[in-house]
């Protein structure tokens, strides 16, 4: 059996398991968690993140022109005719829908399995933990969330950008996004001669740009390798055994989620009848989202999955991923809450049914707002957790020790993010009466 010729999410399913296999092997020999890294371990994992980051920058590289080209191409499609505002609509529909079942299952779970009733001792253990794990991230998380406290309207001011070229250059996809939709809106209804230029145009770019994604997307299992073993080298499994039972808890919420919700969504209203033909299409996508822990860079993946794999047609997929990969986030917004009244029950801040509830709204809004990138939960966080009226320094102990497993959850989090966008595109290319999807 050659690897090479195996499909590609075995590739990348190999891929995964050889950098657990090293980086557990070179975290034993090594110890790099004590202190001193030997010479030749340091070259080691350079030269293994080098493969991760060439991988990751050339995702990065095309997400830009990828999402313009097929928002502006998926509006153009639909934007002349009358469908455009009841797709808009069923779709924003759908994301809501799929979002405030993340968060109640979310909800249900940590109160449940409570992980923040410890007994005090293991709480001043995991606030020196917590301490420990990374001072400058928290700060720096905590001044963005300062500056995005200004709560839910800031959303919309990121929504329109004062320079376009300016959003792209920074990735800020919000405004990008918001943009080529009006664009392609406005294009939609040009005269007929201009319009078929426009759409002509749009359509060759938009298609050149798919077949790059593709031949960067065969360079996968490489990058996914470079990914993920630093990580595992640099952690090892001690770390984690402090935060197993908050760990376990999301991962139960976002299993049921994954396994539960989005299934049975897809089965009544996607009308697929054997889900997990849909998990086989979505495996290479899932598996990238796992080990970048970015949506927008994992959009390109999504993209070619739903449209190849599980047969939703370009217009579909144009409109509703690119939209998703920001906007829509279960998984995102069920941590969030999760969190939040994990901390509540390890800080002992009082949550009633009231204040749960307004953290559930502020979980599924700021999930809006949070960018595909890895950790930009944790600003979000702090956003809710001042909302909470949490004191200031239990939320940066509190952020300090959700830091210690949150690249893991991450990780999880974000298959989660791009599974859900992937059956919202199934859903709504069925109610708009499409033939080729997986069945
Ligand atoms: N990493 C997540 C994503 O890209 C966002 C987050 O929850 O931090 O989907």
Redesign the pocket.
Known sequence: MNPLKWKLHWQILLSLALALVTGIVLNNIAHPAEGSTPDWLAGTEYGISFLGTLFLNALKMIVVPLVVTSIVLGIMNVGGDKDFGRLGLKTLGFYVLTGLLAVIVGLLVVNIFQPGKVNPEVLSQMQSQGEAADADKVTGAMKNANRGSKGFLEIFIRMVPTNIFAAAAEGKLLGLIFFSILFGFFASRLPDRMRDTQLAFWESLNTAIVNLTQFIIRFAPIGVFGLVTPTILNTGWGLFKVMVWFAVTVIVALGIHFLVTLPILLRVLGKVQNPLKHYRAMSPALLTAFST????STLPLTMSCVNKNAGVSKKITGFTLPLGATVN?D??AL?ECVVVIFLAQLFQVQMDMAMQFQVVLLALMTSIG?A??????LVAIIVILNAAGFPEESIGIGIGIVLVVDRVL?ML??AV?VFGDSCAAVVIGKSEGETGILE
Request: aromatic share 6%.
């Open positions: 822990a970015s949506s927008s986030m998984g995102t941590y949070v595909g990138i890895p950790s930009a939960s991450d989090r974000t993010n």
